[in-house]
């Protein structure tokens, strides 16, 4: 027998607790414009370093570089600032609501903005997206009405769910947005089965599955990855690494695998891990995945790197487990801040048209803030009917909650 | 009109299924090229092509999220679970995804999915190939919970399940697969090829969802059962000379309460049968929905007669499995109450 210590439990820890230094100097960040961009049809194993390295395309001084630059136009860019402009507005507007008690309950995007905006302009119509619940820029970004969203945060008379669902689990067919579910993972497989689907029909349309670094631990994500690889489905699996799950860092998700991109390798699944920040890096990434899909070379695994600079939802206080400072310490900027930047550089944008772009939309947004609440906020006002409980479980109503909406009087 | 096995009738309901819609797509472990391990999918790929009947990796989850895909891409996934002990890691795609598509998407998107598997002893399969879970089914608001008896009804089940616009648990009792069983296992089973309801036609034809069949008339007690125990109440009446009315649920959700009320209220006593265990399991359902709606016409307590509260067990598999012994007593009793 081996004369050995007593064994111990490894339990990953954060480099840093509340009322620490932020440290981020274990994030390794490649240079922007370093990282090469294959040929779409390259094997998963000819590009290994993608899964560990970091895609950047802005600079410090706001440049565009390398060979994942030049995938958008000056205006598609200015479209891109905005959208995230009003994700944020939105966002701030909604938060604040659910602080007067106007909602129960609400999550905000900040920081992340450029991840669903920039990955909504890589699709086409006709795509579906399974989101999670910090993807409401994918329907921002496809000009879905803010209105409707604010319907359904408030679970007004409008809601498009009827009162159903909790604030901000949206539904849009029509904007290739799949009903959330609140149960994390479930949708990730779910993304799969579309994109098989429509590759069994001989369509021409793909799918997008989207989940939390936290969330890649259930088992769940691990059965999307071995459908999508088995089948070569056209699928964009995406995972959003914005470093907290709720209170639990990613290292106990990830444990001590080098990145989550890397979770792809193992199933020969091409992955890039790209910087969540840099709205024209997150669009060049997205759309060389969706070319791979769409010409029927199969999925691409995609790692955000990104930060929550928010609380996890209202019912969250991030001061209680990490430092109050530690977004701004984040190596890899605002995305807000990144693009607007970077189109002053480009002469197309200034600090003066910033200032009343803002205005502007945060107008536009409480003007569908004052539209909604016309209708009605979750305790005030206008409310879906208690008949609606009882329809649209099943296409066709049977006896038995036929029996029991006659009972409670409806 | 053919002679055949419930396998080949469920067989016949995906291959009629699959001709008439495209849309139609079925997989599962070892279905495709192999023909599931029951042979129920035996010839469809070749038939219908390899993605229209496919193999899947050893993941319930998959299959089952990956159904619900489909269907919200617009297909009509019939896939199979080996066997229904095996459903539980997809339980979570059942009860949290499929069941509720519709409703908190308010209709945006459906999921019209049909999830076949194998239940129920009486096979030798011990703890792991035996379980009867369809309470679990019942439990959940939005599925749909179907357990055919004979071929005829499964065929016409099935078919009926597929066209459904929502999803559908199709239980299929494994020892019935060959041949009608009536609980007495040391006598030799009778062929479906024997059998009335061994004749299947052969193309299309549906059995409504939430209608159950009366298979025996009777006047002095109702015995309400499902799956294999339809057969061996029909051999415990015989067997008593009890003119026991014998009713076959085939739904059970939606169940057809008034087919219960209606037979209860003539004969004033009800047995359950079924071989799940008892504690929580449908026949409790039964018979709280029996007390809440024939309780002026009872003249005895409802009685359950089910598997025991127990893991299935492999060597006293027939002491375990409701037979007519202990159905005849249940019936024996509620007559002299
Ligand atoms: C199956 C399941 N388990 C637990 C939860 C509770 N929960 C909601 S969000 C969350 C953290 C998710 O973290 P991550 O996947 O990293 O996404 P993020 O919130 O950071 O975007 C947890 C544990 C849930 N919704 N579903």
Redesign the pocket.
Known sequence: MVDSARLSLHVPEPAVRPGGQPDFSNVKIAKAGSVPRPEVDVASEDIRDLAYSIIRVLNRDGEAVGPWAGSLSDEALLTGLRDMMKLRAFDARMLMAQRQGKTSFYMQHLGEEAVSCAFRKALEKGDMNFP???QAGLLIADDYPMVEMMNQIYSNESDPLRGRQLPIMYSSKEHGFFTIS????TQYVQAVGWAMASAIKNDSRIAAAW??????A?SDFHSALVFASTYKAPVILNI?N?Q???STF?GI?RGGSGTFAARGLGFGIPALRVDGNDYLAVHAVARWAAERARRNLGPTLIEYVTY?VGA?STSDDPSAYRPKTESEAWPLGDPVLRLKKHLIVKGAWSEERHVQAEAEIMDEVIEAQRQAEAHGTLHAGGRPSVRDIFEGVYAEMPPHIRRQRQKAGY | MARMTMIEAVRSAMDVSMARDDNVVVFGEDVGYFGGVFRSTQGLQAKYGRTRCFDTPISESGIVGTAIGMAAYGLKPCVEIQFADYMYPAYDQLTQEAARIRYRSNGDFTCPIVVRMPTGGGIFGGQTHSQSPEALFTHVCGLKVIVPSNPYDAKGLLIAAIEDPDPVMFLEPKRLYNGPFDGHHERPVTPWSKHDLGEVPDGHYTIPIGKAEVRRAGSAVTVVAYGTMVHVALAAAEDAGIDAEVIDLRSLLPLDLDTIVKSVSKTGRCVVVHEATLTSGFGAEVAALVQEHCFYHLEAPVVRVAGWDTPYPHAQEWDYFPGPGRVGRALAEVMEA
Request: proline content about 0%; glycine content about 14%.
């Open positions: 999670t619940y910090r609140g149960n994390l993972a989940i939390g670094d936290g969330s890649t259930e959003v914005n907290w799950a709720i990613q998700a929550r996890h």
